[in-house]
């Protein structure tokens, strides 16, 4: 499935660019099973997502948990904790 | 944006760059019209210090899209929950400096709780659930703001509903 990952703030930071469009394999379902996967990318991924917990998920500009499941999704954000207002 | 249960009932959310008039916002909410009673305006503030120390400026990282959606939903629900005759949501992005307003909202009712309490309600939200996020430029660098719990508890007590809604609706 190919799906457009959108990163915010640190997330965004951390990997080093705002955006990209990747390929993911097929036995990943959910949003935590995407992030562990992206973590797996390499070092800046890994440092990234290395307190997943805390990184908060949007499927299609909509917030989810990470208990999500991904298909069917277009656009995936991961970001820290909001602090607007 | 969804049509709330009044008549004439004026929503308006914004996401801009540039800095706003508070007073002439709010004042367009009673503008023309005799029903209001109650007109609550909460104005965010840049401070000009962070945890003792002083900032140079604040600059809001924010999701284009998804933010205003998200104000917008919250805004309906918030025209849901009270019988409101208006709301109006600014929110700024970008570099702020200290002392330039950040977040408005507005909420113009014809009695004072449902005001205040749309008031509160929309900010809690904005500050737990709007995709926006703060970095803070001091002197000795730029560094993000943290989430703090204490914002996630006070939107948490929206979850259970108002006094006086029906169970059944």
């Known amino acids: 499935m190919t799906v457009k990952l959108r990163y915010f703030?640190?997330?965004?930071?951390?990997?080093?660019?705002?955006?990209?469009?990747?390929?993911?394999?097929?036995?990943?379902?959910?949003?935590?099973q995407l992030m562990a996967w992206l973590a797996s990318?390499?070092?800046?991924?890994?440092?990234?997502?290395?307190?997943?917990?805390?990184?908060?998920?949007?499927?299609?500009?909509?917030?989810?948990?990470?208990?999500?499941?991904?298909?069917g999704a277009g656009e995936i954000a991961f970001f820290p904790p909001m602090t607007g207002g | 944006m969804a049509a709330g249960y009044i008549?004439?009932?004026?929503?308006?959310?914004?996401?801009?760059?540039?800095?706003f008039d508070a007073a002439m916002v709010a004042a367009d909410l009673t503008h023309g019209r005799s029903d209001v009673g109650a007109l609550v305006t909460f104005t965010g503030v840049c401070r000009g210090d962070e945890d003792g120390a002083p900032i140079v400026a604040l600059t809001l990282e924010h999701y284009p899209g998804m933010a205003e959606s998200e104000i917008e939903r919250h805004v309906a629900e918030a025209i849901e929950r009270w019988p409101l005759l208006?709301?109006?949501?600014?929110?700024?992005?970008g570099r702020i400096l200290p002392g330039e307003n950040i977040v408005l909202v507005a909420t113009a009712s014809s009695h004072r709780e449902a005001a205040f309490s749309a008031a509160e309600f929309l900010m809690d939200y904005l500050k737990t659930?709007?995709?926006?996020?703060?970095?803070?430029?001091?002197?000795?660098?730029?560094?993000?703001?943290?989430?703090?719990?204490?914002?996630d508890a006070a939107a948490e007590r929206w979850s259970a509903p108002p006094r006086g809604r029906e169970a059944a609706e």
């Open chain 1, 9 to 32: 703030a640190w997330v965004r930071e951390r990997i080093g660019k705002p955006e990209e469009t990747i390929e993911i394999p097929p036995d990943i379902a959910t949003v935590s």
């Open chain 2, 7 to 19: 008549e004439n009932m004026k929503a308006t959310v914004r996401l801009q760059r540039e800095p």
């Open chain 2, 129 to 151: 659930r709007a995709p926006f996020w703060k970095r803070v430029e001091k002197a000795g660098g730029k560094s993000w703001i943290e989430a703090r719990t204490i914002d």
């Open chain 2, 86 to 93: 208006g709301v109006t949501v600014i929110h700024r992005y």
């Open chain 1, 41 to 71: 990318r390499g070092e800046e991924y890994a440092y990234a997502f290395k307190d997943a917990k805390v990184i908060r998920a949007a499927i299609d500009q909509r917030h989810v948990r990470a208990d999500a499941a991904i298909e």
